[in-house]
C-alpha cells in the first residue's frame, strides 16, 4: 500500500516496500565504472560527454579533468587550468571530439585535449577590458557558431556569438532577457535554431540565421518559473527543469506547453513520501524512444536516485539506480550506446548501462569511433 506525500518534518523515505520499488523500477542499469575526481570532498555540477565517450567535469578551483569511458573503467586523461573565475559550462564539439570549449566568469576558452590540456583559442569580448561573465555556452550542431550567455549587466543580459575559427564575436542579442540567462542550447540536427533559457522565467526560440534579433525570435515559452536546463528531445520538443524542480514539455512548432510536472509530482511517482526534498536533474531521449526524466532525492543519505518515463501524460517508473552514491546534479546520455552518466556532490562520475547489452560491444564500439575519429581528423 502506498503512503501518502507529507510535508512536514518527518524524513524522507520510500513510499513503497523494496520489493515493490524493484518490481515497479524494472528497466536495470548496473554500474559499469565509477571514479572520484579527488581525495578531498568536491562537488561536480558542469559535465560533458563525447560521441567517444570522454566525460568532461568541472572541479571546484575551477580547472577540468577528462576521462575516458574504456570497458569497465574511467581512465584520466588530462587535467585543464586556465580559468580563474568560476567555471559554468562545459561542451565538447560535435565535429571534433578533441575539441572541449569552457565557459565562466572570465570567458570562453577552447582547448585540445590531446596535447595534455593545451588552451588553443580565447574568445574576445567586443570591449576586452571589460570581459562579460558569462554563465553558459553552447556550439551548433555543424561545429561552427559559438553562442554563450551572460549575467545580467546595467539591466541587459546579452547573448554572444562567435564564428568557432575567430576570436572576435560575431555580433549579439540583447533585448529577448531581461535576468541571467541560465542555458543557451543549439537543436541537435538545424544549426540555425536556439533555445536559450533565463532566470526571468522566459526560453526564446531562435532562428540564427535571420539578420535581426527581432526578426531572429520565433516565439517566447513563458515558463513562470527561473529556467535551470533546457534539453532538445526531438525535432520539435523541448524539456525544461526549473530552479523550483518543476519539469515542463514544450513544442516549440506551436508553442504549446505539452507536460507539466511539479515537484509533488515527480516525488510521488519515483515513491518518495516528502515533495521537498525532490530533485530534477534532467531529462532525455532514450534508445527505445520514450522521454526519461532523471530525479532523485536529498533526503536521508542523499542517495535515492531514479528515473521516469513520459507515458502520454503520465510518469511512469522506470530504473532504480541503487549503487548511487551522491545527490546528482548533471547527467549525459548516449542514445547509441544507452549508457549514462552523472556526477554530483560527492565528486563521484558514474557510468550505467544496461546489463543485458554484450559487456564486448562497448570497448568495439568505442575503438570503432576512435578510429573513425582519427581517420576524419583534420588539424585544428
Known sequence: MESDIVENSEIDKDTVSPEDLETLFSKKYKLL???AVTLKKTYINKLSVSKSLNIA??????SIEVYRLDKSSLSKVCRLSGHTKTLTELVFSNKEEHLLYSAGHDGVKLWDIRTSGLCVQEYK???????????????????????????????????????QRKPEPLGGYWNSHTEDITQV????????????????GIINIYNIEEPTEDEALIFSLNVDHAVEKITWLNENQLSCATQS????????????????????????????SRADDCYVVDAFTAADGRVVVLAGSAGGEGHALRSLALAGKKLQPATLFAENKQLVRCCAYDKQRDVLVTTGESGLVHAWGAPGADEEALPKLLGRSARLHEQRHRPY
Open 185 to 200: 542550447k543549439f537543436h541537435k540536427d538545424k544549426s540555425e535554431t536556439l533555445a536559450s533559457g533565463s532566470i526571468d
Open 57 to 62: 567535469v568541472q572541479l571546484l578551483d575551477n
Open 33 to 35: 565504472a565509477e571514479t
Open 125 to 163: 569580448d567586443e570591449q576586452p577590458s571589460h570581459p562579460r561573465s558569462y554563465e553558459c555556452m553552447d556550439v551548433s550542431c555543424s561545429g561552427r557558431v559559438i553562442c554563450a550567455g551572460t549575467e545580467t549587466v546595467q539591466n541587459d543580459a546579452y547573448m554572444v556569438f562567435w564564428d
Open 245 to 272: 524542480n518543476v519539469l515542463q514539455i514544450w513544442d516549440t512548432s506551436s508553442a504549446d506547453k505539452l507536460q507539466h510536472y511539479d515537484r509533488e509530482k515527480i516525488s510521488r511517482s519515483i515513491k518518495r
